[in-house]
């Protein structure tokens, strides 16, 4: 699969970011959309588009849903919508799955380290286009 760059347009590639809360990577719907942060979710139900609209900062990824890998190392890079985790304090991160690898596991060899150099470089906009 090739990785999925975010875009002002459809986040996730049009996944639902609230099925990911119940282990699943499941294609939303655009006739339940909502609109964030310059992106548009797509939810699978009506109720998950309501969930969202309620906490939209519980349910949308982290680093504006590129590579949470990545980002540790200062890059933004696409991912693949069905490589995911929660974190232990329950966000959405999305990896990069392709050609290049898999970036789950060395995210979970470090999972503590990773995230505090994502967010310093996502609080910071010190993130730069991946190669």
């Given amino acids: 699969m ?3 760059i975010p875009t002002q347009n459809v986040a996730i590639g049009g996944y639902d970011p609230v099925a990911y809360f119940a282990n699943s990577a499941k294609a939303g719907d655009p006739l339940h959309s909502f609109d964030y ?3 548009t979710y797509y939810f699978a139900t009506a109720e998950n588009k309501q969930l969202f609209q309620e ?3 519980k349910y949308a990824p982290l680093y504006g849903g590129y590579c949470a890998t990545a980002a540790s190392e200062g890059k933004l890079f696409g ?3 069905t490589n995911f985790k929660i ?3 329950g966000k959405l991160a999305l990896f990069y799955r392709g050609e290049g ?3 789950l596991p060395q995210w979970n060899e470090n999972e503590a ?3 505090l150099a994502a967010d310093q470089h996502w ?3 010190t993130l730069k286009s991946g190669d």
Avoid: F
Wanted: glycine content about 12%.
């Fill in 79 to 81: 991912v693949d919508p």
């Fill in 55 to 57: 906490e939209p900062a």
């Fill in 87 to 89: 974190t232990d304090d």
């Fill in 101 to 103: 690898g898999d970036t």
């Fill in 2 to 4: 090739s990785a999925t």
């Fill in 37 to 39: 942060e310059g992106q």
């Fill in 113 to 115: 380290e990773r995230r």
């Fill in 123 to 125: 609080k910071n906009g």
